[in-house]
């Protein structure tokens, strides 16, 4: 590849991060080497190729038509930063942008709106009318400040898991339909052996594991950090063992570094021992490991098994059928937990997403607080019984 095309592709990518399009250097390489397999001389192939790579949220797609049209026409001059203001001047006035107070003490000054003739985009301040608490609970995680994620780490922390527990084969002292003659005739040698009092049984009860597998690449990236501050709770809250493992391109068990008391240092010991964060996405491969490595060491006594990803997948359809349904078999209950079903337009469109869905027990979205309460809520009213027919999804839309 000449340095031209090279020089070009890195502006090109400055430019959509400057319109908020979310294009790190790890999608600009794989825009790079895709360009190895496809005719350059093309328009076509070459828009098609990088809207796949750079573009993974559908309202990002109007800005980088726009972005498209306007960079690979301007051929022979250097883009500035006036270049940038004028491509994102349109998308950015077309509406105002409307948004609640900043999260403030009580008493503390009100920001002063932006001064005429600013590049921010208009603001209209929401009247200070609302619940703060209730905004933060249906805001999307991706859309989250550092501030809020801050507040949401906290909320989150107020969630009170519990999974209904499991009965087992074996009985104890209580009050149930079996009687115990060992306990009745010891009970009753009081008595001289007349048999006054009987001795009762009931079901003995243990917790149910709990499996936790989620997505860390490039597509759930935006999601990442919320949803492993969700893993970190859900492990110190149950009382349940609770087995996390996180998947890329391959699988990672971070149960260990999940049990550090501070939370801080427990995500940097993630981040140390996992070398694919925000590549690319091979879901069958990573079940495939997890069920014949992991698979009888954690899925033993019922347990329940949690997927995290949104379904976008690199890999072959075939294996990601195969694993998923050996996982499903091994499971009591396989819930998957996609961060896109909160959206109103989502349609489970992506090949991943659809070869799953048959095997999935339960599709429910993850996207912010209220989905986490629902989800809450769900685990701990599930039934003894698994669902008679595995095509009937209970899929949930929350607000």
């Known amino acids: 590849m000449s340095g031209n095309l090279l020089r070009n592709l890195l502006l090109f990518g400055r430019v959509l991060r400057g319109l908020g399009l979310d294009v790190n250097p790890g999608r600009m390489i794989d825009l790079v080497t895709a360009l190895e397999f496809i005719s350059i001389g093309s328009r076509s192939d070459f828009y098609h190729a990088a809207r796949c790579l750079l573009v993974h949220r559908r309202e990002d797609i109007a800005g980088f038509d726009e972005a498209f049209e306007f960079f690979w026409r301007s051929r022979g001059r250097e883009l500035t930063s006036l270049d940038l203001r004028a491509l994102g001047e349109r998308r950015r006035y077309r509406r105002p942008r409307i948004v609640p107070p900043p999260l403030k003490e009580e008493g503390s000054p009100v920001a002063d709106p932006p001064a005429p003739g600013s590049d921010q985009p208009p603001v209209l301040q929401a009247a200070v009318t609302y619940s703060e608490r209730e905004v933060l609970r249906k805001k ?6 550092g501030q809020e994620i801050d507040a949401v780490r906290m909320m989150m922390a107020e969630i009170v898991w519990r999974i209904r527990k499991r009965q087992t084969a074996r009985r104890r002292p209580g009050h149930g339909r079996l009687l115990d003659f060992r306990r009745t005739v010891r009970r009753n ?25 989620a997505d860390v690449s490039g597509s759930m990236e935006r999601y990442t950090r919320l949803l492993l501050l969700f893993t970190y709770g859900l492990a110190s809250a149950l009382e349940q063992k609770v087995e ?17 008391r501070n939370l801080d240092r427990a995500l940097r010991e993630v981040s ?16 495939r490991s997890f069920n014949f490595e992991w698979g009888r060491r954690v899925l033993g006594h019922g347990a329940l098994t949690l997927v995290i990803s949104d379904g976008w997948d690199c890999g072959e359809p075939s294996l990601l059928r195969e694993e ?15 961060p896109l079903l909160g959206a109103p337009e989502y349609e489970p469109l992506t090949r991943g997403i659809q070869t799953a869905l048959p095997y999935i027990d339960d599709f429910m979205p993850v996207h912010n607080l209220a989905s986490l309460e629902e989800l809450a809520e769900h685990l701990g009213s599930l039934s003894e019984r698994r669902p008679r027919r595995r095509q009937q999804i209970r899929s949930r839309q929350p607000a």
């Open 140 to 145: 999307d995680f991706s859309e989250l400040t």
């Open 189 to 213: 040698l009081r008595y001289g052996g007349e048999i006054l009092d009987w001795a009762e049984r009931e079901p003995k009860v243990k917790p149910r594991p709990l499996v936790i597998i």
């Open 244 to 260: 996390a493992f996180v998947f890329s391109t391959r699988l990672t068990r971070i149960t260990r570094q999940l049990r550090e």
């Open 272 to 287: 140390h021992v996992v070398p694919d964060w925000s590549g690319g996405t091979r879901i069958g491969e990573a079940l």
């Open 324 to 338: 998923i349904a050996r996982l499903q078999r091994s499971s009591r209950r396989l819930i998957w937990l996609n």
